[in-house]
T-cell receptor, first 115, second 118 residues
């Protein structure tokens, strides 16, 4: 069965520092997509970054980058130059085969940015 | 309106009430989803609709009844709910395609409806 594991229930980071949020996944399917979402206290899930299983390079979106290590089945999110507004829950998720298969989510990591 | 909208944002209902949650997407997507997010649990998929057809029902109790009249609208009809059904209900939409490549096909989420069953 497909599974997403986020081992860090909570993380603290100093403002302007970089932080890495861990995510490992388990699948035997060669074709999959990996996502990171941010959920602030308002509840909305905000898409951050995507990595396809066949992508050769790590995905980057502004201050977000995804450290994709396929052999280790890990897809860690790196946030550079943390800001107070980055404080939120962060979820790693994956989907399989086609874009209309539902996302499988991890339990999330609560990131707190300290001034 | 842009993106994915959900109404109402908050709902309190008794166990004998009947209510409906509404989701609307303005992104031209052809797949829509209902997720349930309970405290301290991962998001759980409830239903998937692709081109208005239900393609997945993730063992959801019959007191939750989805309806998808067109690709832009999705409803979740609620009746005789239990207190343990209190949660954040999130709607999402996406474009169908193939995962694994350079296209993202990410799911865009609405702000959610926070439901409390008393």
């Amino acid at each position: 069965a497909q599974k997403i594991t986020q081992t860090q229930p909570g993380m603290f980071v100093q403002e302007k520092e970089a932080v890495t949020l861990d995510c490992t996944y388990d699948t035997s399917d060669p074709s999959y997509g990996l996502f990171w979402y941010k959920q602030p206290s308002s509840g909305e899930m905000i898409f951050l970054i995507y990595q396809g299983s066949y992508d050769q390079q790590n995905a980057t979106e502004g201050r977000y980058s995804l450290n994709f290590q396929k052999a280790r089945k890990s897809a860690n999110l790196v946030i550079s130059a943390s800001q107070l507004g980055d404080s939120a829950m962060y979820f790693c998720a994956m989907t399989f085969h086609s874009g209309n298969t539902p996302l499988v989510f991890g339990k999330g990591t609560r990131l707190s940015v300290i001034a | 309106e842009t993106g994915v909208t959900q109404t109402p944002r908050h709902l309190v209902m008794g166990m004998t009430n009947k209510k409906s949650l509404k989701c609307e997407q303005h992104l031209g997507h052809n797949a829509m989803y209902w997720y349930k997010q309970s405290a301290k649990k991962p998001l759980e998929l409830m239903f998937v609709y692709n081109f208005k057809e239900q393609t997945e029902n993730n063992s959801v109790p019959s007191r939750f009844s989805p309806e998808c009249p067109n690709s832009s609208h999705l409803f979740l009809h609620l009746h005789t709910l239990q207190p343990e059904d209190s949660a954040l209900y999130l709607c999402a939409s996406s474009q169908t395609g193939l995962a694994g490549g350079s296209s993202t096909y990410e799911q865009y989420f609405g702000p959610g409806t926070r439901l409390t069953v008393t």
